[in-house]
């Protein structure tokens, strides 16, 4: 039979043999190996030639190109093998804490990250879409909901202003270079400020949460309102939320903010995943390897310290974020080579890793309370 295990084939390997040529490959995230971690599925020996799958926690796992070549290598090293097919999947574990009242809200939704600063103007919005493109470009589904009620600012940083359509209650997203988008910016018809009340606010968040259709998506990154007021305070408890980002800059040295940013996620029990630090520094094109610090330099990392968080990265001054964000034009699409793209791409990376790593913490102590319930 064609496809099949013939590990009794004279001179073929045995699954056996595949595995242990796969053991010592170790999941950085979880320190362990991706043969105990389950990983390896569907090993099939046809002769000389082996075939398996390598089963992922996320599609956007950063080390999964290493984890394909070092497990082709190590097979294809294997006596009587000719040829290892390896075929990358994934299962994103979902990270999202539910409760039994949660499951209505963002059903199909694995993991949700909130964007959140101290304060407008220190580039939430930026770091929140490019966070989302940089998700989506390691091949992950990915969502961005705009819940800066007050400012959205999607419409203009992805050129897409369009109103989205509505069926049977359910409001479908638009959608910008691949990733599903939902902003309140897309319900405005002029740019006068929106003023809204307490309840209104409420309302709306519940709305987006509830009624869009997002259909299956490994990642929403939500973009929330700066600062710790009504709206952000609504979002953090009716959302089921992964983890939290804090975006800062050097010079935005109050510590309280960002404290009580700390405070607002505690409360609510999401895991704040750390801070990054934008409009770091400047290197100018014709000095390719000056970093000039204009607003000092270490902010970011201290905040971070003194919340006791981590620090996730700086991310330099690029001129491009501005001119790219006016023609909707955001950074990873604008100048993917800049050196300001490659430090969104990095911090996707590391929450990506967090998530994976807090996915499997929320799944033990799901089986944790399966055994509970049963003894
Ligand atoms: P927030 O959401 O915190 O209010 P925005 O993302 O809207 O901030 O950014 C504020 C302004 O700063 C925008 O004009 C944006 O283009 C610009 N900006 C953000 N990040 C950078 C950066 N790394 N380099 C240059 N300009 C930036």
């Given at each position: 039979?064609?496809?099949?295990?013939?590990?009794?084939?004279?001179?073929?390997?045995?699954?056996?043999?595949?595995?242990?040529?796969?053991?010592?490959?170790?999941?950085?995230?979880?320190?362990?190996?991706?043969?105990?971690?389950?990983?390896?599925?569907?090993?099939?020996?046809?002769?000389?030639?082996?075939?398996?799958?390598?089963?992922?926690?996320?599609?956007?796992?950063?080390?999964?190109?290493?984890?394909?070549?070092?497990?082709?290598?190590?097979?294809?090293?294997?006596?009587?093998?000719?040829?290892?097919?390896?075929?990358?999947?994934?299962?994103?574990?979902?990270?999202?804490?539910?409760?039994?009242?949660?499951?209505?809200?963002?059903?199909?939704?694995?993991?949700?990250?909130?964007?959140a600063s101290g304060k407008?103007?220190v580039?939430?919005?930026?770091?929140?879409?490019?966070?989302?493109?940089?998700?989506?470009?390691?091949?992950?589904?990915?969502?961005?909901?705009?819940?800066?009620?007050?400012?959205?600012?999607?419409?203009?940083?992805?050129?897409?202003?369009?109103?989205?359509?509505?069926?049977?209650?359910?409001?479908?997203?638009?959608?910008?270079?691949?990733?599903?988008?939902?902003?309140?910016?897309?319900?405005?018809?002029?740019?006068?400020?929106?003023?809204?009340?307490?309840?209104?606010?409420?309302?709306?968040?519940?709305?987006?949460?509830?009624?869009?259709?997002?259909?299956?998506?490994?990642?929403?990154?939500?973009?929330?309102?700066p600062g710790t007021?009504?709206?952000?305070?609504?979002?953090?408890?009716?959302?089921?939320?992964?983890?939290?980002?804090i975006v800062t800059?050097?010079?935005e040295?109050s510590?309280v903010d960002a404290?009580k940013g700390?405070?607002?996620?505690?409360?609510?029990?999401?895991?704040?995943?750390?801070?990054?630090?934008?409009?770091?520094?400047?290197?100018?094109?014709?000095?390719?390897?000056?970093?000039?610090?204009?607003?000092?330099?270490?902010?970011?990392?201290?905040?971070?310290?003194?919340?006791?968080?981590?620090?996730?990265?700086?991310?330099?001054?690029?001129?491009?974020?501005?001119?790219?964000?006016?023609?909707?034009?955001?950074?990873?699409?604008?100048?993917?080579?800049?050196?300001?793209?490659?430090?969104?791409?990095?911090?996707?990376?590391?929450?990506?890793?967090?998530?994976?790593?807090?996915?499997?913490?929320?799944?033990?102590?799901?089986?944790?309370?399966?055994?509970?319930?049963?003894?």
């Open positions: 039979m064609a496809g099949t295990a013939t590990s009794g084939t004279p001179g073929a390997v045995s699954e056996g043999q595949v595995l242990d040529a796969l053991r010592p490959i170790i999941d950085p995230d979880f320190n362990k190996s991706i043969v105990e971690l389950g990983f390896v599925k569907n090993v099939a020996i046809d002769g000389g030639r082996v075939a398996f799958d390598i089963e992922l926690t996320t599609p956007a796992c950063p080390v999964k190109a290493e984890f394909e070549r070092a497990a082709r290598e190590r097979v294809e090293a294997l006596e009587g093998v000719t040829e290892a097919a390896v075929n990358m999947t994934s299962q994103t574990r979902p990270s999202i804490p539910r409760s039994e009242s949660a499951e209505a809200v963002l059903p199909g939704v694995r993991h949700t990250i909130a964007v407008g103007g580039g939430k919005s930026t770091t929140a879409i490019n966070l989302a493109l940089a998700l989506r470009a390691s091949g992950a589904k990915v969502g961005l909901l705009d819940a800066d009620v007050y400012g959205p600012s999607v419409p203009l940083l992805t050129g897409v202003h369009e109103r989205p359509t509505a069926q049977n209650r359910r409001i479908y997203p638009l959608e910008a270079y691949g990733i599903e988008l939902m902003s309140m910016g897309f319900f405005l018809t002029d740019e006068s400020p929106v003023i809204w009340r307490g309840p209104m606010v409420h309302g709306l968040i519940k709305q987006f949460l509830t009624d869009v259709e997002w259909g299956e998506l490994d990642y929403l990154v939500i973009d929330l309102p007021g009504d709206a952000a305070l609504t979002l953090t408890q009716m959302a089921p939320l992964s983890g939290a980002v800059t050097s010079n040295l510590v404290r700390l405070r607002m996620f505690e409360k609510v029990e999401v895991p704040v995943l750390g801070v990054v630090e934008n409009m770091s520094y400047f290197t100018p094109p014709e000095l390719p390897d000056k970093k000039y610090y204009l607003f000092g330099q270490g902010g970011g990392k201290r905040i971070a310290d003194e919340l006791g968080v981590d620090f996730l990265g700086e991310v330099p001054i690029d001129p491009r974020v501005v001119e790219g964000g006016d023609k909707g034009r955001p950074i990873l699409i604008h100048a993917p080579d800049s050196d300001a793209a490659q430090a969104f791409r990095d911090l996707s990376a590391t929450v990506v890793r967090k998530l994976a790593v807090l996915a499997a913490k929320t799944s033990m102590v799901a089986d944790a309370n399966i055994t509970w319930v049963k003894s």
